[in-house]
């Protein structure tokens, strides 16, 4: 028997997830939305049309809202459901989500804005953090729909003054917390430093803040897809829309790196060339964040590590833009991880064997003029090591890719002064 998911984008139906009779996830817009003055598309991958689009037209986009395989693996065992069944995730936990979508049964009507909480204590936080390893996302938890793309352990969470607490019932967020990983020593201060080194050096970036709970350290995230909105003496809690690349590219995200089929970097400039609202900026920095997640060694800037975002969806002054960094952490800090960038530059894959020749090809690959390229790899270079002490997290982790970081960048110099 067929089933659909009602898909809205912020308040506003847009249209239909329905699992066909063959159990294939389907979509479609909603009339009343195509008929609507100033609608936008879902997604750049699903422009605005009648008719359904097919599996393979929106894969893509509504698995890229799920969490990654592993994590998928543990919530459908959890639920009762099958991994592999994009649709019956959604349904389950697609509430609280990445961007301004949500997934509601049809027939069901939307969470009123009068959304509900649960305040969580410290020691609340840190039994939740010891709990996602065997329940990701709180998924199952009595009120909790949420789903955020990726492989970490993470929760959603709203924080107001000094409260904090859980959203309910597709309640919106303004922070996603990270805790710790065993595997991987000081993790959140390795990231903390190189999102907060971004920002200092005048990158958009996304605001972090190394934290604690009782003894278990985290990262929380301020998200940049969700912002206060005031209406005289009151402020309400809005979501803005975003994807990310893949999503854009309706590449699915199990093929997320280039070397599987996903998004190479000449694809992701051209993203941005056609659909930005400012693309000579957007082009930029999106240039900016290439050459930074380069300089401080972060292999796994795949294409779901970049993302638009969409400013007045669903009206005819819709802008879209690029959006602040985000998931930029140094992984060769870490010599068990993989060696090979998720996107090649110019003809190299290993950043260690990139020389200013790939960054000439880059350029010519995604339309950019060469000396500008050329110019910008040693002026970032020189920026991170004029910056590298301004930010003080005193964690030995910390220290140590400081210095790994000011070692590329003086490397990075010697090689395009050659």
């Given at each position: 028997m067929a089933k659909t998911l009602d898909v809205y984008l912020r308040d506003e139906l847009v249209g239909h997830l329905i699992q066909d009779e063959g159990g294939q996830a389907v979509f479609e817009y909603a009339q009343p939305w195509l008929e609507r003055p100033g609608a936008t598309a879902l997604s750049v991958s699903l422009p605005l049309r009648k008719g359904r689009f097919n599996r393979n037209e929106c894969r893509g986009f509504f698995a890229g809202i799920l969490p990654d395989e592993s994590k998928r693996e543990i919530i459908a065992r959890n639920l009762g459901i099958s991994a592999r069944n994009d649709f019956a995730m959604l349904e389950r936990i697609g509430g609280e989500c990445a961007g301004a979508v949500m997934f509601i049964p049809a027939g069901q009507a939307l969470p009123a804005r009068d959304y509900h909480y649960r305040t969580i204590s410290p020691s609340q936080l840190a039994d939740i953090f010891k709990e996602l390893p065997k329940r990701p996302l709180l998924a199952g938890e009595e009120g909790v729909r949420l789903s955020l793309a990726g492989a970490q352990d993470k929760i959603a969470v709203r924080i107001e003054g000094d409260e904090l607490s859980l959203p309910l019932g597709g309640a919106p967020s303004t922070h996603i917390l990270k805790p710790s990983i065993e595997r991987f020593a000081g993790v959140v201060f390795n990231e903390a430093f190189t999102m907060q080194l971004a920002a200092e050096m005048g990158l958009p970036a996304a605001k972090v803040e190394a934290r604690t709970a009782e003894t278990i350290d985290y990262l929380s995230v301020e998200r940049y897809d969700r912002t206060h909105i005031q209406s005289g003496t009151a402020t309400t809690l809005d979501r803005l829309h975003q994807e990310d690349f893949c999503q854009a590219l309706n590449i699915v995200p199990e093929m997320k790196?280039?070397?599987?089929?996903?998004?190479?970097l000449k694809q992701c400039f051209a993203l941005v060339r056609d659909v930005s609202s400012a693309p000579v900026v957007d082009l930029a920095r999106l240039l900016d964040s290439v050459i930074y997640n380069y300089l401080i060694g972060n292999n796994d800037a795949h294409g779901k590590n970049f993302s638009l975002l969409y400013h007045g969806a669903g009206t005819a002054n819709q802008q879209i833009r690029l959006a602040p960094l985000y998931d930029a952490i140094s992984t060769v800090y870490y010599a068990e991880l993989s060696n090979e960038?998720?996107?090649?530059?110019?003809?190299?894959?290993?950043?260690?064997?990139?020389?200013?020749?790939?960054?000439?090809?880059?350029a010519e690959q995604t339309g950019l003029a060469k000396p500008l390229v050329r110019r910008r790899v040693p002026e970032l270079a020189q920026t991170v090591l004029k910056t590298t002490g301004t930010v003080h997290i005193h964690h030995e982790v910390a220290q140590k890719v400081a210095a790994l970081i000011r070692k590329r960048c003086e490397t990075t110099l010697k090689r395009f002064a050659e």
């Open positions: 790196y280039q070397k599987e089929g996903g998004p190479s960038m998720a996107m090649k530059i110019g003809d190299e894959y290993r950043a260690e064997r990139v020389a200013s020749r790939d960054f000439d090809k880059l």
